[in-house]
């Protein structure tokens, strides 16, 4: 079982639009909202491994019948034989904290909003872990989700109907590519035998790059 620590307040504030050190009222609304999130979410996933072909025009797991298109997905599983597609929610539970909030103070509904952000990547995290205890592969590639690059959005729906994600974690897509429960992720993880070669992380793939408050390192942690 996954369990869950406390947010980083400095990615959190971060996410909330604040610069600088936070002040004791935004700790103070993190921590709240932290400490009533972690309570009640019901996070999961779902995975499973599937072999990798890369084509010209991008990357087809060949296992699941998915074709991931462009030009950045096909380098990332370069040297992979294989991958990992993953997804994973916070569940509907997270989506009624924010709207619960909305109702009566706006300032926690942001922080609600922002500690399921920060704790769905963590969620994320702890779960790849896991999972690479039970898939044998002695070298990975970071996670690589619809929308980094010119990798479409669109590609959600396919990836979680070869997850089987509905049934297994309840998440699902809307026509406009939206994902229910919003603090949801899917990813593709390269696999390999072998060292894989270093590559770009996902900002270096994002179209806000150089303009995005998110990517400053944290001077306190």
Known sequence: ???????????TARYMGVKGDPDDNVLRLIEKADSTARKIILPKYVYRVSGVEILSGGVELSDCGVFLSGNDIKMHPEGCGKAVIFAATLSAEADKLIRRAEVTDMAEALAMDCVCSSLIEQFCDKAEE???????AAYRTWRFSPGYGDLPISVQEKLLIALNAQRRIGLTVTPENIMIPSKSVTAVIGISEVPVRKRAGKCEFCNMRGKCAFSAQCQNE
């Open 1 to 11: 079982m996954i369990v869950l620590e406390t947010v980083s307040i400095c990615e």
């Open 130 to 136: 896991e999972i690479f205890r039970e898939v044998d």
